[in-house]
T-cell receptor, first 114, second 111 residues
Framework: NAGVMQNPRHLVRRRGQEARLRCSPM?????VYWYRQLPEEGLKFMVY????????ESGMPKERFSAEFPKEGPSILRIQQVVRGDSAAYFC????????????FGPGTRLLVL | QKEVEQNSGPLSVPEGAIASLNCTYS??????FFWYRQYSGKSPELIMF????GDKEDGRFTAQLNKASQYVSLLIRDSQPSDSATYLC???????????FGKGTLLTVNP
């Protein structure tokens, strides 16, 4: 009964490098959501994806951030040219469907930008 | 701008007492309400969800929803030190799948 899986759990990058965060949803779930938790801040919605489709990316910064959920494989959140302000915990959640369906969270990836 | 407000705490209660956590939300169209627990350095863990006005009980936890007052609460009976964590209130509306979170209330249960 595997839950939502994320890797890596911790990621250290220098300014200007790229960060790739991966998320595999729970078995039977086809909806993936990414949230960011900045230090001392609440969780903020970033993007919602289904297989091969970005449904809503209204919470994504306009530049440097992108997300995908290919037909095969995990969902990827990609941050190009990272800056120190990108340091945060990035959580992935999944649900079976989107209507009144609870979202279950993965363990998160803690990104530290030096 | 949809907002979810929670007292940041810390809320401190003795072991065995009832802990009461409160949350208000701004969007009257909100339809789904969730309580998550987050231990320091860990991910949010779903505790309860509630969709209808009234109370919903699950073990030591009771969620209460009042849509007219735009208020949702979580009661924890017989609080245990292991309940010490940050409790996050989250809200979504209708077909709006986005969860809007409050900043959380830090609960400390003292042995």
């Amino acid at each position: 009964n595997a839950g939502v899986m994320q890797n890596p759990r911790h990621l250290v990058r220098r300014r200007g490098q790229e960060a790739r965060l991966r998320c595999s949803p729970m078995k039977g779930h086809s909806h993936v959501y990414w949230y960011r938790q900045l230090p001392e801040e609440g969780l903020k919605f970033m993007v919602y994806l289904q297989k091969e489709n970005i449904i809503d990316e209204s919470g994504m910064p306009k530049e440097r951030f992108s997300a995908e959920f290919p037909k095969e494989g995990p969902s990827i959140l990609r941050i190009q040219q990272v800056v120190r302000g990108d340091s945060a915990a990035y959580f992935c959640a999944s649900s079976r469907n989107r209507q009144q369906e609870t979202q279950y969270f993965g363990p998160g990836t803690r990104l530290l930008v030096l | 701008q949809k907002e979810v407000e929670q007292n940041s705490g810390p809320l401190s209660v003795p072991e065995g007492a009832i802990a009461s956590l409160n949350c208000t939300y701004s969007d009257r169209g909100s339809q789904s309400f969730f309580w998550y627990r987050q231990y320091s350095g860990k991910s949010p863990e779903l505790i309860m969800f509630i969709y209808s006005n009234g109370d919903k009980e699950d073990g030591r936890f009771t969620a209460q929803l009042n849509k007219a007052s735009q208020y949702v609460s979580l009661l924890i009976r017989d609080s245990q030190p292991s309940d010490s964590a940050t409790y996050l209130c989250a809200v979504s509306g209708g077909s709006n799948y986005k969860l809007t979170f409050g900043k959380g209330t830090l609960l400390t249960v003292n042995p």
